[in-house]
């Protein structure tokens, strides 16, 4: 198959699709308030995208122009909070996954308690963060560096668990202590599993700020979703929803690039 | 005393009454039993058995991975406590370290000494030019053949200059091809640093090819059977009548063990079911 042929079988169902939805909502079948047709939530969608105010050189960078509609605007937010509700979570879970992996006394200290609050889905924790951090960002933040320490925390132990200890004797052979040991053999090695415990992490603060920013926050693509709705703009609804999607894949491709260049080392096809 | 030549001088490595038993959760396993060894430094020692015969445990214990439970090991004149690194190792399975480059991996041992940097980079240099490196410097290992591998690990052990190397079966992975040249390209470094060498290997064409003396092991518990001295000039060459007559009589020392390893796995099937 040619490189047109496949692009125009990888487009045919998705255009199908669209199509069939487009006359669906025209032809009044449903109530636009239902289901919007495509070409009004692709409508919407770009003026959601584009400044709300026409550029004035007077009041600063075209950049920041450019980036002044509202889902620029809600899509950093949310990003921000993903950024910073992470670094918290795992920059919790990476030293203590370290310590638990490598060191069997704070394994037996720490995993009863861990097991006990792994089972709760970050979501239940949602009453007791406002009860404690009041509404605002700080439950927000709290939920997500919650939502991305467990998988972070679980795959370093397990990471560090799984060095192959060739590698252990290799190095004490060659004259290695204890701490080169951790921080050039077991961290690196561990890598592999961390990096997956990264990618989760994210994938789960990533649904976790759209339902932190539903409830607790006023602003962000999930604050703006609910908001839409409430105004019955389902056009926008969809619209907001498409721009999550493209959020996530986008996070995703990122931290998939970021993983292929952290672990050029490693077997190809473990990657 | 012990049935070795007077070589003259401290040995390198001096075993006495060395044993070792792994206990484990179905009962203890002699692995081995009463080795007296003397290894002359600068020597070139094959240990020779069937697998199973403890050969690999008895280089763990010189390299001090795992101690002896009976005897003595000696390395230069003092009891052996831990890994060191004037005994550097050369693992089978290579043991590079996949994360790090071919030249990172060369200057581990030497970053782990603090070496000066300008140290550093000319020793790497030096090793990655005499085993034919260079150009590959900055791959990482998994893009390397296993005889590329194996002179990366022989290039890491190397650079910390030990006076003695044990290598723990370090060719048996490759193919015959690769294997001589690499077992060519080892008795040149030897020849050249005149390091002391300790090969465990089950080949017994590799040992009478590479050794000054092979040592042959009995299997279960591994105690030395027989040392035999290969007084070939090299290089070698492995169809003359010399080197046919020496792999006649330890194909012979080696196959008397593997039978007593095949009845042992026979009677082990026929205790347990299989898994």
Redesign the interface.
Known sequence: MGRTARLASSLLVPVVLLAVWEGVSRAGWVSPLVLPPPTAVAARWWAYLLPARPYDAASGSWLLWALSGELPQDAAASLLRIAIGFTLGASLALPLGLAMGAWPLAHALLNPVLQILRPIPPIAFIPLAILWFGLGSPPALFLIALGAFFPVLMNTIAGVRAVDS??L?????????QW?LFR??VI??A?PFVLTGVRVGIGVAFIVVIVAEMIAVNSGLGYRILEAREYFWSDKVIAGMISIGLCGLGIDVGMSRLNGWLL?????EER | MNGLPDRGGEPAIRLRGLGKVFRGEHGAVRALSGIDLDIAAGEFVCVLGPSGCGKSTLLDTIAGFSPPTEGTVEVLGRPVSGPGPERAMVFQEYALFPWMTVERNVAFGLEVARAAPERIHRVVNGLLARLGLGEFRRRFPRDLSGGMRQRVAIARALAIDPPMLLMDEPFGALDALTRRSLQNELLRLWAEDRKTVVFVTHGIEESIYLADRVIVMTYRPGTVKRIVEVGLSRPRDASSPGFNRLEGELTALVMAEEARHQADEVGRIGDVAPR
């Open positions: 060739i590698y004797r290799a190095a004490r052979n060659l004259g290695a202590g080169t050039r053999i690196p090695a890598m050029r080392w490693h077997r190809r």
